[in-house]
């Protein structure tokens, strides 16, 4: 049996919806292209758009929690939830959004103090030459929300090969930087771990020499780790080595001894947790 039309004298207009929720036509079209709110019924023969009066409270929410400049795909997460989950879903969603705009507010105040020509923090920062050594590497392209976890997953599966077939760990795992891993540049990331020894071919793998080299180098506790304050790690030991020396062909890394044979889950926000790196070449 067929369910028959709504009778449009039972609807709201597309402009009568529109005054009522305060969305634009325009908005309206939009949401209705999206799935996020369509009218209930559209006349086929006139392609004008009605909608029910009780889509009025999903509209009125959708517009409260577009002043809260949540993109459209988390707001369709707040109104599909069950009405007794929307209030945690926001919660969640605002959490992130307020964590999201303290590192952009560090970030703005490092560039102002970079920009003013102020250096609010200072690091010890020290030099050593780093000999060669062979590497078993996996690249990863990957952008910086993701790439804790990447770094985190490399380091593991190659720890992992390494130790089943018997190579000595010669060193810290490092993540060498073959370009910029932002919220819109993948890198790449290429992370590594020093060994000595044979080891079989592996798909998932490369086996390379990383000749000698010289960098300027400071150690971070894994609150300084986090973004944007890292940055100012990053920008201090540049500055050093510019001064003492000439550009390397090496990219910018990261190294993470394990302090005390603990991982990085391990440790406190205060604990050293890594070492932020710039190959350089000094003329001194």
């Not at 705009?101 to 102020?118: I, K, N, V």
């Not at 000999?131 to 490399?154: F, K, N, W, Y």
């Not at 510019?242 to 926000?269: F, I, K, N």
Request: proline share 9%.
């Amino acid at each position: 049996m067929t369910t028959p039309h709504p009778s449009p004298s039972d609807l709201l207009s597309l402009g009568e919806f529109s005054r009522r929720s305060r969305l634009s036509r325009k908005a309206l079209r939009l949401y209705d292209t999206l799935d996020l709110l369509p009218p209930a019924w559209v006349d086929e023969a006139s392609g004008y758009r009605y909608y029910a009066p009780g889509q009025l409270e999903r509209a009125r929410l959708i517009v409260r929690l577009r002043q809260l400049n949540l993109p459209l795909a988390e707001i369709r997460q707040v109104v599909d939830a069950p009405a007794a989950a929307q209030a945690e879903q926001l919660r969640g969603l605002w959490q992130r959004e307020q964590q999201a705009f303290a590192s952009r507010e560090a970030l703005a105040q490092f560039l102002m103090d970079t920009l003013s020509g102020e250096t609010p923090m200072t690091y010890d920062i020290r030099v050593r030459r780093v000999p060669a050594q062979q590497l078993l590497t996996v690249t990863r392209h990957v952008l910086a929300p993701d790439l804790p976890q990447a770094i985190s997953e490399g380091f593991a599966a190659l720890h992992r090969h390494l130790t089943e077939h018997g190579a000595q760990l010669s060193g810290a795992p490092l993540v060498i930087y073959h370009g910029e891993v932002t919220e819109d540049s993948d890198g790449p990331a290429e992370i590594c771990w020093p060994y000595r020894g044979e080891l079989p071919a592996h798909p998932d793998f490369m086996q390379r020499p990383e000749p000698a080299y010289t960098e300027a180098y400071v150690t971070l506790t894994r609150a300084q780790f986090q973004f944007p304050e890292i940055l100012q790690a990053y920008a201090a030991v540049q500055a050093y080595a510019e001064a003492h020396g000439e550009r390397s062909l090496q990219p910018t890394r990261e190294v993470y001894p394990r302090y005390g044979g603990r991982d990085w889950s391990e440790l406190e926000p205060g604990d050293p947790a890594g070492e932020v790196t710039w190959p350089f070449v000094p003329t001194t």
